[in-house]
């Protein structure tokens, strides 16, 4: 049986399911604190974060809970965050989300570990498909997922809720076939 890793190296940047320490809970409390108005254009979770627990309780989940997300790491820094939002094995697919510190825009660090996910997803746990959901105002991260080579399959009608608001979604998808016809041999 697959597992997680704990380390995926991308490069120039990593995915890490850190140690739950109080300084690391503290870091990344820090990082949405500084980055709250930006993350909150098209996130709601940055506004439950008002103390260090807060951080400390979502790290506790990142260790444990199977499938769940990563901390971008660059230098050992808490960049952005990146993983499954939903990790269905038994219909083996799973969704993919996504975000990073405004500093760190601009680089091609998402796009790199949605390919370190896929190998992860697709090579080892033998998915079949992987989703992306997208606001359909939110330009940058619909960049993120056709740069990724996701195929557009359509438009959920207020598919979520954003600050309180019905919202349209759009749907990506990449399947096991398309992925492997796109890896490097
Ligand atoms: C959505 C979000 C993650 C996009 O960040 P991003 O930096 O544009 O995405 P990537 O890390 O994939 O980088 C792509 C950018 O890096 C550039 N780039 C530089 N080097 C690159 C490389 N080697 N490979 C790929 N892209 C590279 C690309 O040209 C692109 O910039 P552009 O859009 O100005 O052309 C970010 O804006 C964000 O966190 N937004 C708020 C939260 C959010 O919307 N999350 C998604 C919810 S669905």
């Given at each position: 049986?697959a597992?997680f890793p704990?380390r995926?190296?991308?490069?120039d940047?990593?995915l890490?399911?850190?140690e739950?320490t109080?300084?690391?809970?503290q870091?990344?409390?820090d990082?949405?604190?500084?980055?709250?108005?930006?993350?909150?254009e098209w996130l709601?979770w940055?506004?439950?974060?008002s103390?260090?627990e807060?951080?400390?309780n979502y790290?506790?989940t990142v260790?444990?809970?199977?499938g769940s997300?990563?901390?971008i790491?660059v230098?050992?820094?808490i960049?952005?965050?990146?993983?499954?939002v939903?990790f269905n094995?038994?219909?083996?697919?799973?969704e993919?989300?996504?975000w990073?510190a405004?500093d760190f825009?601009g680089?091609?660090?998402?796009?790199?570990?949605i390919a370190a996910l896929?190998?992860?997803?697709?090579?080892q746990?033998g998915?079949?498909?992987?989703?992306i959901?997208?606001?359909?105002?939110?330009?940058k991260?619909?960049?993120?997922a056709?740069r990724?080579?996701?195929v557009?399959?359509?438009?959920?009608?207020?598919?979520?809720?954003?600050?309180?608001?019905?919202r349209d979604?759009i749907v990506y998808?990449k399947?096991?076939s398309e992925?492997?016809?796109?890896k490097?041999?």
């Amino acid at each position: 049986m697959a597992e997680f890793p704990k380390r995926i190296d991308c490069g120039d940047c990593e995915l890490v399911k850190p140690e739950v320490t109080f300084s690391k809970s503290q870091e990344f409390f820090d990082v949405i604190v500084k980055n709250k108005e930006f993350l909150l254009e098209w996130l709601d979770w940055p506004n439950y974060y008002s103390k260090p627990e807060d951080a400390y309780n979502y790290l506790k989940t990142v260790e444990n809970v199977k499938g769940s997300s990563y901390l971008i790491q660059v230098d050992g820094k808490i960049v952005g965050g990146h993983g499954f939002v939903n990790f269905n094995e038994e219909y083996k697919f799973a969704e993919l989300g996504y975000w990073l510190a405004p500093d760190f825009n601009g680089r091609g660090l998402v796009v790199r570990g949605i390919a370190a996910l896929e190998n992860l997803a697709f090579g080892q746990f033998g998915l079949n498909r992987l989703q992306i959901k997208v606001d359909t105002e939110n330009v940058k991260s619909q960049a993120v997922a056709v740069r990724a080579g996701y195929v557009k399959e359509g438009i959920l009608r207020h598919g979520y809720v954003l600050h309180g608001a019905p919202r349209d979604v759009i749907v990506y998808s990449k399947l096991k076939s398309e992925w492997e016809k796109g890896k490097v041999k």
